[in-house]
């Protein structure tokens, strides 16, 4: 308890006679309570923007995934958007210019969309030479300090999405949606448990909000659901569906806390304001961004894909 103000009182001295005196008594304010048990007990759900902006995020994905042209559509508006996030949160300016950027995040979604991983060594030979060419005959100063985090972006963010549409376009955009979806659940589930009930940090130097409680709620619930979508689709047995399932999730896991790694050595909170709640559209798809790539692996490691 704080002791804050002092009242002067009347004391007794050695020799029994009482004079003036001081002793503490608590301040009338109570003790401030850490910011973690203060929105546990403030968290009105009706009043969050977090939710209104996710049931709109649910109904605009669900929309554009009712076909694969328009879902392809929709990653080529999240290529748009998360470009720019990426190229206000390094301020590359004209460093290097937006569109060879966007090439970095669209070029392997379309390679890899329309003519399978054959091909897609492309992007990653054109993209370098492009950023070359473009320091050579424009710029002589600053580039190469943009190079690495430019090229970040393309294994990183164009291999993610990338998979997505390699996803979509194999299996279709129901069970690309499902999948999506389960990395939601999971999300979901892993912020409300640890919000709630979490008391142990899961990477408290990374994002210190996320918990081995919440995460270990996310897991169970996201397994449950990406299991029942992998066993209901794949031609896999319950030992891989169930694997597959857990490494899936992990790695969405992983993926979420790889992007505010990145937020963090940049010294920003969110990719950008755009959701209400959420930050950018990299804040909402940084876990698919690893963990699509890494089902792919597994799928064509155990011969479940054509």
């Known amino acids: ?80 958007i998360a470009t720019k996030e990426w190229f206000d949160i390094f301020e590359y300016g004209i460093m290097l210019p937006y569109p060879l950027l966007l090439y970095a995040s669209l070029a392997p979604l379309i390679t890899i969309y329309f003519y399978g991983y054959e ?21 002589d100063y600053g580039i190469y300090e943009k190079f690495g985090s430019s090229f970040l972006f393309l294994v990183w963010f164009g291999s993610g999405l990338g998979a997505i549409g390699y996803i979509l376009s194999n299996f279709g955009p129901l069970f690309t949606y499902f999948l999506l979806i389960s990395i939601s659940m999971s999300d979901i589930a892993a912020y409300e448990y640890g919000r709630r009930y979490g008391k142990r940090k899961l ?26 979508v992998l066993r209901n689709t794949l031609e896999s047995t319950f030992t891989q569906s169930l694997l597959l399932a857990v490494i899936f999730i992990i790695f969405a896991t ?25 930050g950018g559209v990299l804040d909402r798809i940084d876990s698919q961004l690893l963990s699509f790539p890494v089902l792919v692996f597994f799928l064509h490691f155990l011969d479940l894909i054509q």
């Open 1 to 80: 308890m704080n002791y804050l103000r002092f009242r002067k009182l009347y004391q007794a001295d050695n020799d029994g006679t009482f004079w003036p005196g001081y002793i503490e008594l608590p301040d009338n304010d109570t003790e401030a309570e850490p910011e973690e048990t203060k929105n546990k007990k403030n968290f009105n759900l009706l009043s969050n923007p977090r939710v209104y902006t996710g049931l709109g995020l649910l109904a605009l994905v669900t929309l554009f995934f009712l076909n694969k042209t328009t879902a392809l559509i929709l990653l080529v508006i999240v290529a748009l």
């Open 119 to 139: 091909n897609y060594y492309i992007p990653f030979f054109i993209f370098p030479l492009g950023v070359v060419i473009y320091t050579g005959t424009f710029l």
């Open 203 to 228: 990477a408290k130097n990374i994002s210190p909000n996320k918990t081995l409680e919440g995460f270990l709620a996310g897991l169970i619930v996201g397994v449950v659901v990406n299991f029942f």
């Open 254 to 278: 992983l993926g979420d806390l790889f992007e505010s790694k990145i937020k963090r050595s940049v010294e920003v909170k969110d990719a950008s304001s755009l959701l209400p709640g959420h």
